[in-house]
């Protein structure tokens, strides 16, 4: 039923930074956690970062830990995720989700964007 789109993707240099959007077509926050995942050519699609309904907590993986940030603005109805510090095996198309369970599975999430295309070149 929620609509979501992600932008903000592009090319940029190990080193650098990127910040994702993900707007939803209606208020989701008070009900459902969001979360960024991403898939690689040839790979499963990963958890990036989660943060809760009422944005008190976050989730992220340990391989964005420290580099990554998600966060929301619920006047705007868009979670973001800012990513720092990027490196090469951060390429990957970047998805968001709106979460129906407490977890940090793709089974723990629907109404999939469409996603976003990130490279990061060497």
């Known amino acids: 039923q929620v609509r979501l789109v992600e932008s903000g993707g592009g090319l940029v240099q190990a080193g650098g930074s990127l910040r994702l959007s993900c707007a939803a077509s209606e208020s989701i926050f008070s009900f459902n956690p969001v979360g960024w995942f991403r898939q690689a050519p040839g790979k499963e699609r990963e958890f990036v970062a989660k943060?809760?309904?009422?944005?008190?907590?976050?989730n992220y993986a340990d391989s964005v830990k420290g580099r990554f940030t998600i966060s929301r603005d619920i006047v705007k109805n868009t979670v973001y995720l800012q990513m720092n510090n990027l490196k090469p095996e951060d390429t990957a198309v970047y998805y968001c989700?709106?979460?129906?369970?407490?977890?940090?599975?793709?089974?723990?999430?629907?109404?999939w964007g469409q996603g976003t295309q990130v490279t990061v070149s060497s």
């Open positions: 943060i809760s309904s009422g944005g008190v907590s976050t």
């Open positions: 989700a709106a979460g129906e369970r407490f977890g940090l599975t793709v089974a723990d999430f629907g109404s």
